[in-house]
Nanobody, 123 residues
């Protein structure tokens, strides 16, 4: 079955950096756009960033623009989220998702989801 597995989460001090990975298996990875979402306790899941199948187009939520970078290595079936200048407000469970609709920001446009990785930013 298709599977996405996130890794790289952890505890980091405000202003620090963290790199998340999303490894895919069981699907034709190059055919899919991939996005990152996050969900903090008591809040709805929100869009973070997305990248096209080729990696040529990216889009970020205003809250992370200029601080986060999304990239992909199709040879490794992996998408990365580089998070810099982290803030306590970035604390959440981060999920990666894959879908056929290019550059979608709504979660219902994505077919496959990982189980999430916890990111905690201390002040």
């Amino acid at each position: 079955q298709a599977q996405l597995v996130e890794s790289g989460g952890g505890l980091v001090q405000a202003g620090g950096s963290l790199r998340l990975s999303c490894a895919a298996s069981g699907l034709t990875f190059r055919s899919y756009s991939v996005a990152w979402f996050r969900q903090a306790p008591g809040k709805e899941r929100e869009f973070v960033a997305t990248i096209s199948w080729s990696g040529g187009r990216t889009y970020f939520a205003d809250s992370v623009k200029g601080r986060f970078t999304i990239s992909r290595d199709n040879a490794k079936n992996t998408v990365y989220l580089q998070m810099n200048s982290l803030k306590p407000e970035d604390t959440a469970v981060y999920y990666c998702a894959a879908g056929l609709e290019a550059m979608a920001t709504m979660q219902n446009r994505y077919i496959y989801w990982g189980q999430g990785t916890q990111v905690t930013v201390s002040s």
